[in-house]
């Protein structure tokens, strides 16, 4: 068995990205958190104000015997919207852009050869950052498995569940039973 292997995103809501990957075959661990930004270790409150820096960005422990990087990226990539600037649906700033934070050469350049493949399926261009992973700041831990324990929330009913439904119908074969 190969060593297990980290991937850094974002993509608007953490709570949204977590419900997602979590369900993913292959996926050890998912943790919400922030990155990207310039002061250490925020709280949930200062990064929610945008001045920060950070992006709501999850970090995804795999095993790439059982997905790949790129399998990641690509469900990511095809997940949320990555051509809106700083937005994903209603919620809007800084600290909900569409960003992939790179671990080595070899996952930028993945992310690369991604960010061009699905290009053709969106009308305008894709914004989403790709940059060097510097540090990862877990958000408190309300705010970690968030859809699992909340289900009847109102807005993992209205925002998550459709997400998770088309997940379903887009990668079935990939979901953890």
């Given at each position: 068995?190969?060593?297990l292997?980290v ?30 930004g310039?002061?250490k ?39 949320h ?8 649906g209603?919620?809007?700033?800084t600290?909900y ?30 914004v989403?950052?790709l940059k060097?992973f ?7 831990e ?5 859809y699992?324990d ?25 979901l953890?039973?």
């Amino acid at each position: 068995m190969k060593h297990l292997s980290v991937v850094t995103f974002g993509g608007g809501c953490f709570w949204c990205i977590e419900a997602l990957i979590q369900r993913l075959k292959g996926v050890q661990s998912v943790q919400s958190g922030f990155s990207g930004g310039f002061i250490k270790n925020p709280p949930y409150r200062e990064v929610c104000t945008g001045r920060t820096g950070h992006a709501e960005v999850i970090q995804v422990t795999f095993n790439p015997d059982i997905i790949s990087y790129y399998d990641l990226i690509f469900i990511f990539m095809t997940s949320h919207d990555p051509t809106t600037l700083n937005r994903q649906g209603a919620d809007s700033g800084t600290q909900y852009r569409s960003i992939v934070l790179y671990h080595n050469q070899e996952q930028k350049e993945i992310a690369e050869k991604v960010f061009d493949e699905v290009q053709p399926s969106y009308p305008d261009a894709i914004v989403t950052e790709l940059k060097p992973f510097e540090v990862f700041y877990k958000a408190e831990e309300d705010h970690q498995n968030y859809y699992n324990d909340n289900q009847e929330a109102r807005y993992c009913q209205l925002v998550i569940d459709p997400k998770i439904q088309k997940l379903k119908k887009m990668y079935a074969d990939r979901l953890v039973k």
